[in-house]
């Protein structure tokens, strides 16, 4: 399994984060964060980013960030909710590893993302809209670039993000050892 990433794609909330830090712990491989390395190198809040520069100056950083991380050994990479949006990332992550969709209903993702302000994680608006109108909107822009990035999708709903990083080591491994039947 070593020599290809594993890639976390889904809507912000959707627990990318919290679900990579397990999954790399079980992996035995490094864990990165695009929006963490952003903010490393920018040294600066993405909010911060978003107001001083705009939304396309991040999605810049953001491609930049995959370019760098993707040098780095086989990992578990968790990237931001529109980091898909651009062709050239999207062939940067197809042919760098394997990618898994994070789902979640927009009701649900829009109480973690509430869960997060509380705690003093706020999230620049992506439309100024209400977070549900806002997360159905901008939903509805990506989920077909998820769909059809993805290897493999799954809903996080209803399960720990335990149970989820164990889903995914399963299915990474059982997709391992299918690929290795057919060569």
Not at 56 to 72: G, H, K, P, S
Not at 154 to 161: D, I
Request: charged residues 25%; contains cysteine.
């Amino acid at each position: 399994m070593t020599g290809s990433h594993l890639f976390l794609i889904g809507y912000r909330g959707s627990g990318k984060s919290t679900i990579g830090a397990i999954l790399a712990a079980a992996l035995k491989r490094p864990f990165l964060d695009t929006d963490a390395w952003i903010e490393q190198y920018a040294h600066r809040s993405i909010p911060e980013i978003f107001a001083s520069e705009g939304e396309e100056a991040f999605r810049d950083l953001e491609t930049l960030a995959i370019e760098q991380l993707l040098q780095e050994p086989s990992s578990v990479v968790s990237l931001g909710g529109g980091a898909v949006l651009r062709v050239a990332n999207r062939e940067l992550l197809r042919s760098s590893g394997r990618i898994v969709w994070l789902r979640a209903d927009p009701n649900i993702l829009a109480q973690r993302l509430s869960a997060d302000s509380c705690r003093g994680f706020s999230r620049p608006s992506l439309t100024g809209e209400d977070p549900i109108r806002e997360i159905e909107h901008v939903l509805a822009t990506r989920t077909p670039i998820y769909k059809t990035l993805c290897d493999w999708e799954l809903e996080t709903v209803g399960r720990t993000p335990s149970e989820l990083a164990q889903a995914i080591a399963d299915w990474y491994a059982s997709s391992y050892r299918d690929s290795e039947r057919n060569t």
